[in-house]
């Protein structure tokens, strides 16, 4: 049985394996490059193992929320910081909303 404590780690477990597996997809340059690619598959598989350990007891509304929101903040961030993409008004706005919409859906009244 999964404590409390362990599902919320295997959920940021899976947060990080996420994001790192989809940073090294973005420099396996087209799974061009045979380490970063090897990375990606482990990643997003020990990811998705994580991410279905932890739905044994969180909500997945809550859980999926919380893993791709996450997701899109943190690596929007890498983009921005290491990849130098773009960022704009309209971005950083959107990303808010889609934080917001975690919250929302946290305070819902979905139980934890």
């Avoid at 809550?62 to 008004?89: D, M, P, R």
């Amino acid at each position: 049985m999964i404590s409390f404590y362990m599902q919320w780690i295997y959920l940021f477990l899976a947060i990080g394996f996420e994001i790192t597996a989809t940073t090294l997809m973005k420099v396996s340059n087209g799974f061009s490059k045979i380490l970063p690619t090897i990375g990606t598959g482990l990643g997003y598989i020990i990811c998705f193992t994580c991410l279905s350990m932890a739905l044994k007891k969180i909500d997945i509304s809550v859980a999926y929320a919380i893993w791709s929101a996450a997701g899109i903040v943190i690596i929007s961030t890498i983009g921005v910081l290491f990849f130098k993409e773009n960022i704009s008004f309209l971005k950083v706005v959107s990303i808010l909303l889609i934080v917001l919409g975690v919250i929302g859906l946290n305070l819902s009244g979905a139980t934890h």
